[in-house]
């Protein structure tokens, strides 16, 4: 079961997250192992948001959205890791993203979810979005996840290997922008197919 997740959410997204995993045999968690100065940077372009609470929304924790009694693996990269593939990027898109982010995040908290909300992003059951087509071809965004998933379906083709004659319950639990990977992934090296979809209201819009 594939979860696509964003950073920050209305609670009852994460809530009803949190009752389908219950369900589940097993949970494949993203999460940068580690601690640095860049990552936290990053991590401003979201976290600044659930701090207003005009917006209603609330930052993805795991105490909050992770049943106590069901297994987690993280196949994540080290925060190390993480830095040292954005430094790959030219050295002012580097530059320019570390200054950006906190920015984001101040719009983000003063206008709420509107403030990234995009035309082409209207949900017609699963479009090819022009803003999707752009992201393909994103340095910035191969570099944040190009090496996080293959990591992550390293990890998932040894589950499968190991676990594939159990009736077991898989949740991979991961940011919306890793999915086209993992379904992809999963479909390549196991031959997986995703037989149905359940939509879940992430945020709403004033």
Same mark, same amino acid.
């Given at each position: ?10 609670p ?41 609470r ?34 790959a990027?030219?050295?002012?898109t ?16 003063? $206008?709420?979810?509107?403030a ?45 290997a ?6 077991? $319950?898989v949740?991979?639990?991961y940011?919306a ?6 379904v992809?992934?999963? $479909?390549d ?18």
């Amino acid at each position: 079961m594939i979860f696509p997740m964003l950073h920050v959410a209305s609670p009852t997204f994460y809530s009803q997250v949190r009752l389908r995993l219950r369900e589940c045999d097993l949970i494949v968690l993203e999460g940068i192992r580690g601690k640095s100065a860049g990552v936290s940077a990053l991590t401003l372009a979201y976290r600044f948001a659930p701090r207003r609470r005009r917006n209603g929304l609330q930052e993805q924790r795991d105490e909050l959205l992770l049943p106590k009694d069901v297994p987690v693996i993280n196949p994540d990269v080290t925060a190390a890791e993480a830095i040292s593939d954005l430094k790959a990027l030219p050295r002012w898109t580097y530059i320019l993203l570390m200054v950006a982010a906190p920015v984001m995040g101040l719009v983000f908290a003063l $206008r709420g979810p509107r403030a990234f909300f995009h035309e082409d992003q209207v949900v017609e059951d699963l479009p090819s979005t022009l803003r999707a087509e752009e992201m393909a071809d994103n340095p910035v965004e191969h570099a944040m996840t190009d090496r996080r998933d293959r990591r992550l379906l390293d990890a998932l083709s040894e589950i499968h290997a190991e676990r594939s004659s159990e009736p077991i $319950r898989v949740a991979v639990v991961y940011g919306a922008g890793h999915v086209a990977a993992i379904v992809s992934g999963l $479909r390549d090296r196991n031959g997986y197919r995703a037989r149905e979809a359940e939509w879940l209201t992430v945020l709403v819009s004033d």
